[in-house]
């Protein structure tokens, strides 16, 4: 895209009768001038192209995770398209003739079979689907940050409350398409997966039964249930993330980046990088630095050898199963819920409803709520384009920080076994030390960061005292560009 | 100007380096591939052009010193009011044909009624699937094999995976075959002639999320799930003793036939596996 209007005079009088554009002119004009005017002449997009060329972003070193976050999706993209090649979605039996010693005539389903080929004797195909895994694991993890670094600086409140709920929803989609993606190789520790989705399905009261029956097909393991997940993870889930991501985007281009108050930053402007070119280069420079790394993991650290759990039977399981890091946190969970059933009147609420279902409906319920729940709490109605100092807000922050000790706690209580084994103490000892340290931590954690932000913040007066220029000088620079 | 001209070396050599490892990749390609050398080789071929044009920026293009209003997001009055006055204008000519509106809204709910149907036909109903298994009166146990399982093959301490004849691999009637050996078995009260010869029979589906059971430990008499740790008390009819689990494995009751097969006596008692909200139901 190039904007013809800009720069030096061009295209003589009668082209530009022509053209219907006034364009200064000039003999020979320059090749992007030449697709510029083409361009403009069908679809007037000189004003637009010199506005978004010259749109100016913030530099700060916090608001690239949501662009890994992005550029982690355009890997997956590509490689997943690369997998869907030669990935067959079907549990028809079959009987392993391929290169691989170990497995040689097994029966296992078309799926394993399929992504043992991918890894062992399509060319490049072990690099590609490493990669992708890793991609996911990356994906999710740099949305997390993101979404972290969104919380503790306030740019959730008015007027992004809109990009929030947006991007949770994109959170969700990715933990969905993470778990569809891991299950569909058919392989013994997916399959463990899946299983446990199927009983957690099955725990909703009322509709559990129903629920799972449709999704699956009927009773675990249905047949139909591969294919289904196929279609959701590479067809509709990428389709609603690839919308939603370019809702998000076009919300951030509307709406403008906030920024972090400094000498020069007010609300009313944005001070950074114009698009073109430094921001181009450095944001174009750092997909290639995201691809980088991920084809690098891809091709030098293994990830999900699916060849080592051999395939899917519903009477084996591996052990120790743990799943990818994303959904550590409901494995914790699983691990760590009191074996209560509530049974009445001949109905029962399973065990796993709690755990596996309520506790990610409130996460989720607590997230979309967020800038709406704040906005109730401290009355703010206001624009915000200036970011918090996580210290400036001691509530939010301790509230912040408290929530993630207690997924952290959670996380590290899906490895108890581990833990048990390492230390060499009873698996009922370390299961209790984690639900103790799940409930008594987070409110630790949160009282020492409220203690701690207020301090800083009080501290932070004192500090300008120090620097009277910059304190005399930052709020008449707010008032003055308002 | 020394520190641009090192700057300009350092983004050539990342450029240059990118080159020439696009170069090893299309050779280590044809050369038959090496995931290890192809990870490498990615890593510095797109890591060489990310870091130069990373590089690039910072050396010698403006950063961080542009500085662009914020334009107002909220319209003004005016503006808001023509936009209301469009959309009312519009609506009221609509509204005028009221019947026809309630028409068009009947149509297009009950279109949507009519749409949801078709979920009915992605599954099969529940109905008494989750209720019963495979196993009935008089059917042998037979290993993963499909082998029929004699009862003296179950030692103490031994334990098989089963299935019932002709179901190998159904995933609902796993079961677990325990040799108990005589004089151990305590049975629940009513299931005193469920575990002939000291063989025991449970569900081999986790009651907490259905992985399969498959730890045994003899000398303590605990079934242990690798999932999350439940264990399961095999001389108190697979009571929970540890972990999330809530419920005991359902037990099979069995009985041998005349050639020593071990041969069960009906289905499980109760549905196996994982919880349901009606599960209580008959
Ligand atoms: S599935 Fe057995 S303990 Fe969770």
């Known amino acids: 895209m190039t904007d013809a209007a800009r720069g030096g005079a061009r295209g003589s009088r009668s082209e530009r009768e022509r053209a219907g554009v006034s364009l200064p002119g000039r003999e020979e004009p ?4 030449r697709i510029g005017a083409w361009l403009d002449e069908r679809l007037h997009l000189s004003r637009f192209a010199r506005q978004a060329l010259d749109k100016v972003f913030p530099d700060h070193w916090s608001f690239m995770f949501g662009e890994i976050a992005l550029y982690s999706f355009v890997v997956l993209v590509l490689t997943g398209v690369f997998l869907a090649f030669f990935f067959e979605p079907s549990l028809t039996p079959t009987t392993y003739e391929g290169p691989y010693e170990p497995l040689r005539g097994l029966e296992m389903s078309d799926a394993y079979a399929s992504t043992l080929r991918l890894s062992f004797e399509v060319r490049a195909g072990l690099v590609m689907r490493q990669t992708h895994h890793w991609a996911a694991l990356v994906f999710i993890g740099s949305i997390v940050v993101h979404l972290c670094r969104v919380f503790f600086t306030g740019a959730f409140r008015r007027p992004r409350e809109i990009n929030w709920v947006i991007g949770v929803t994109m959170l969700l989609l990715a933990l969905l398409n993470g778990f569809t993606g891991y299950s569909l190789p058919d392989d013994l520790l997916s399959g463990t997966g899946l299983r446990i989705m199927y009983s957690v399905i099955l725990s909703v009261p009322l509709l559990g039964p ?6 699956f097909g009927g009773e675990f393991p249905a047949e139909q249930i591969l294919g ?10 990428p389709v609603i993330l690839g919308a939603l991501l370019g809702a998000h985007l076009a919300l951030v281009w509307h709406q403008k980046h906030t920024q972090f108050p400094e000498p ?7 001070v950074g990088s114009r698009l073109w070119p430094t921001y181009a280069l450095k944001s174009v420079g750092l997909f290639f630095l995201v691809a980088a790394v991920l084809t690098g993991l891809g091709g030098l650290v293994q990830i999900n050898p699916v060849w080592l759990y051999g395939p899917f039977d519903p009477s084996q399981v591996t052990s120790p199963a743990q799943p990818d890091w994303y959904l550590g946190w409901l494995e914790g969970a699983l691990r760590l819920f009191p074996n209560w059933e509530i049974r009445a009147f001949g109905f029962e609420i399973p065990e796993p409803f709690f755990p596996a279902v309520l506790v990610p409906g409130i996460t989720f319920a607590v997230l979309y709520a967020w800038p709406f729940l704040e906005r109730l709490m401290t009355k703010d109605q206001a624009e915000h384009h200036l970011l918090d100092r996580p210290r400036d807000r001691p509530v939010r922050t301790a509230f912040g920080a408290g929530t993630l000790t207690f997924y952290a706690s959670l996380f590290a209580a899906a490895s108890n076994d581990l833990v048990a084994h390492w230390f060499e103490l009873d698996i009922e000892t370390v299961t209790w030390f984690f639900r103790v340290l799940v409930l008594v931590l987070p409110p630790a954690v949160a009282l020492l960061t409220f203690l ?3 301090a800083l913040r ?5 500090r300008l005292t120090h620097l009277p220029l910059s304190s005399v000088w930052r709020p008449r620079a707010r008032s003055t560009h308002r | 100007m020394s520190t641009s001209t090192k700057g300009a070396g350092a983004v050539a050599a990342a450029f240059g380096a990118s080159v ?6 299309a050779i280590v390609y044809i050369a038959g ?3 290890p050398i192809e990870g490498a080789l990615l890593l510095v071929a797109l890591g060489g052009i990310g870091a130069g044009l990373v590089l690039w920026a910072k050396r010698f293009l403006p950063v961080g010193d542009d500085v662009q209003e914020r334009e107002p997001l909220p319209s003004t009055p005016d503006e808001r009011a023509r936009a209301s006055d469009s959309f009312g204008a519009g609506a009221d000519l609509v509204a005028r044909r009221r019947l026809l509106v309630r028409l068009a809204a009947a149509a297009l709910g009950a279109l949507g009624i009519a749409a949801l149907f078709p979920i009915r036909s992605l599954g099969r109903a529940p109905g008494g699937a989750l209720f019963h298994t495979r196993w009935r009166a008089g059917v042998r146990a037979v290993d993963a094999s499909g082998t029929p399982v004699q009862a003296a093959s179950i030692t103490t301490g031994t334990v098989v995976t089963v299935f019932p004849e002709g179901h190998v691999g159904a995933a609902d009637s796993q079961t677990l075959l325990i040799g108990l050996g005589p004089g151990v078995y305590r049975p629940v009260a009513g299931r005193e002639d469920w575990a002939p010869e000291g063989v025991v029979g449970y569900s081999k589906i986790c009651t907490h999320v259905g992985c399969p059971v498959g730890l045994y430990q003899p000398s303590e008499h605990l079934l242990f799930c690798p999932c999350h740790q439940s264990a399961f008390d095999v001389l108190a009819g697979a009571r929970p003793v540890a972990g999330p689990a809530a419920r005991p494995l359902p037990q099979l009751p069995l009985t041998i036939d005349a050639a020593g097969y071990v041969v069960a006596r009906g289905d499980f008692p109760e549905p196996v596996g994982p919880g349901f909200w009606d599960r209580g139901r008959d």
Not at chain 1, 210 to 215: D, E, G, I, N
Not at chain 1, 264 to 270: D, K, L, P, Q
């Open chain 1, 30 to 33: 320059p090749f992007q001038d």
């Open chain 1, 210 to 215: 129903w629920a799972a029956f449709l999704l």
């Open chain 1, 228 to 237: 289904r997940l196929f279609v959701l993870h590479i067809f509709l889930v």
């Open chain 1, 264 to 270: 020069g930053h007010t609300e009313a402007n944005v």
């Open chain 1, 452 to 454: 701690v932000c207020r």
């Open chain 1, 458 to 462: 009080d501290a932070g007066d004192v």
């Open chain 2, 20 to 25: 020439l490892a696009s170069a090893g990749l």
């Open chain 2, 33 to 35: 591939g090496s995931p």
